[in-house]
Structures are given as C-alpha cells and as structure tokens.
C-alpha cells in the first residue's frame, strides 16, 4: 500500500507511464551502455540457487540469458559471496577448461 501513498512513487509512474493501479508488474530498465566497456560482461538477475557443492547463477550478457555454474572448489571466496554474502552486479568471468558454463573465477 505504500507505493499508492509515497510521492516519490507517484513521479516515479508518471515519467515512465506506469499505471499504478494495474500492479503487479515487472519492469526492467536497460542501457546500451557496457558496465566496464566489456562487451563480455554479465550481470548476475536475481539470487543464486545454492545446491550441496556449487550455485547456479542466471546471468544477463550481450549474448542473451546464461545460467553459469560456480563451483565451491574452483572458486571458494566467490561462491561464499554470491551464497552467504548477497553479491550482485555485472562480472566478467573467467571459465573452467572445457566447461563453457563453469566458473572459475572473475576477471
């Protein structure tokens, strides 16, 4: 209910042209411009899904969407990071050999 109260929320509604009454809705807000003029980098799209010795993680890239995995072993602090931690940005990722979905780490 707040959002119907808030002013903020209302300027808000009013330069991106959403109405308000029709919630619930999901907006995603893009840019052209490259995070670290990396055409390689990718953002990490909502929470990592923890499983017993790595995480998935669904990442946004110039390419389209990519869900990568993060392995404990290759990349302990990372992975603690993104599980424990609530990590979150754009990364460039290094890859595990032969395993082009496998991360072993950032750039």
């Known amino acids: 209910m707040e959002i119907f109260k808030s002013a903020f929320w209302r300027r808000v509604s009013e330069e991106v042209k959403i109405d308000l009454r029709a919630l619930p809705y999901s907006y995603i ?7 670290h003029n990396e055409s390689a980098a990718e953002r990490v799209i909502g929470r990592p899904t923890p499983l017993k010795a790595h995480c998935k993680l669904l990442c946004c890239g110039q390419t389209g969407l990519h869900t990568r995995t993060l392995q404990k072993r290759d990349a302990p602090d990372l992975h603690r990071a993104f599980t ?10 290094t890859f595990a050999d032969g395993k082009p979905d496998h991360i072993a ?3």
Do not use: M, N, P, V
């Open 29 to 35: 807000a893009t840019s052209r411009a490259l995070a």
């Open 84 to 93: 424990k931690d609530g990590l979150e940005g754009t990364f460039t990722w």
């Open 105 to 107: 780490g950032t750039q």
